[in-house]
T-cell receptor, first 118, second 111 residues
Framework: GAGVSQSPRYKVAKRGQDVALRCDPI?????LFWYQQALGQGPEFLTY????????KSGLPSDRFFAERPEGSVSTLKIQRTQQEDSAVYLC????????????????FGPGTRLTVL | KNQVEQSPQSLIILEGKNCTLQ??????????LRWYKQDTGRGPVSLTI?????NTKSNRRYTATLDADTKQSSLHITASQLSDSASYIC??????????FGRGTQLTVWP
């Protein structure tokens, strides 16, 4: 399909385990975003990439969270030493234009990865 | 502080009825406001995007309004259908900045 895809769709981890979540954005999209959505809440911004450059990581909750997009396409969100409070749905979104573009910039979301930490 | 508040938190209506969802925001400076629909287990899907100069915008049975002076928006759904059952999220884009999401209104349409 032509949409944003994420894998795995579901991940169960034991507390203390490291996890890696993958996002495949729409081909050609410059901007990529990661969000964390707790149960019953709206998504919360985590980090943003423009091509391979991580321009804003102010939303990452701790230094256990790390994201990369080495070739400006696929991105991976890694969480080290997972804790129960990390349990959430992790959404990835991509958009065609630069984040700072003054034209309204549509973001397209993937289905998310539901992480459960036991 | 940049915030987006939505009401009601949840809503149950009968199929065929209309409903209105509310959104208040304090995000500044303002760029645009979006309404997203999020089905259970899926990512949000955009319904409308409104800029500062737009007061109302319609997309099929969805009509969004924006009052940039009072920093309020509403989403009106007419002739509701069972498939409208979802979470509706108000999202405000700060000028040259990121998106701020409300918690969403969980709408349930009963037959």
């Amino acid at each position: 399909g032509a949409g944003v895809s994420q894998s795995p769709r579901y991940k169960v981890a034991k507390r203390g385990q490291d996890v890696a979540l993958r996002c495949d954005p729409i081909s050609g999209h410059v901007s990529l975003f990661w969000y964390q959505q707790a149960l019953g809440q709206g998504p919360e911004f985590l980090t943003y990439f423009q091509n391979e450059a991580q321009l804003d990581k102010s939303g990452l909750p701790s230094d256990r969270f790390f994201a990369e997009r080495p070739e400006g396409s696929v991105s991976t969100l890694k969480i080290q030493r997972t804790q129960q409070e990390d349990s959430a749905v992790y959404l990835c979104a991509s958009s065609l234009r630069l984040f700072e573009d003054l034209v309204v910039n549509e973001q397209f979301f993937g289905p998310g990865t539901r992480l459960t930490v036991l | 502080k940049n915030q987006v508040e939505q009401s009601p938190q949840s809503l149950i209506i009968l199929e065929g009825k209309n409903c209105t969802l509310q959104c208040n925001y304090t995000v500044s400076p303002f760029s645009n406001l979006r309404w997203y629909k999020q089905d259970t287990g899926r990512g949000p899907v955009s319904l409308t995007i409104m800029t500062f100069s737009e007061n109302t915008k319609s997309n099929r049975r969805y009509t969004a309004t924006l009052d940039a002076d009072t920093k309020q928006s509403s989403l009106h759904i007419t002739a509701s259908q069972l498939s409208d059952s979802a979470s509706y999220i108000c999202v405000v884009n700060r000028y040259l900045g990121r998106l701020y999401f409300g918690r969403g209104t969980q709408l349930t349409v009963w037959p």
